[in-house]
Nanobody, 123 residues
């Protein structure tokens, strides 16, 4: 079965940096796109950044210029480099992927989520 596992969250002071990683595993044939979402307490989950299999990227206005999304296709891994962090970046960050996988002799497509990693920006 397909699984997304995030790492790299934690507590950081305002102005600091963190790097999140998300590795997809399982019988993956191809990944169409990967991205990061976040959800703060009492708020809806929102897109932070996404990257397609061609390398095109998309960012939320609130993080553009501070965050950078990248991916390593050979490792089925997506990264989120977060710089100049602010208290309003505090949230649970979730990895998301659109992909094709194989089960037996059949192929399937699906959208998958990681379990989430907490990022807290506070002095």
């Amino acid at each position: 079965q397909v699984q997304l596992v995030e790492s790299g969250g934690g507590l950081v002071q305002p102005g600091g940096s963190l790097r999140l990683s998300c590795a997809a595993s399982g019988s993956i044939v191809s990944i169409y796109g990967m991205g990061w979402y976040r959800q703060a307490p009492g708020k809806q989950r929102e897109l932070v950044a996404a990257i397609s299999n061609s390398g095109s990227t998309n960012y939320a206005d609130s993080v553009r210029g501070r965050f950078t999304v990248s991916r390593d296709g050979s490792k089925n891994t997506v990264y989120l480099q977060m710089n100049i962090l602010r208290p309003d970046d505090t949230a649970v960050y979730y990895c998301n992927a659109d992909l094709k996988y194989k089960r037996g002799t059949d192929y399937y497509t699906g959208n998958y989520w990681g379990q989430g990693t907490q990022v807290t920006v506070s002095s």
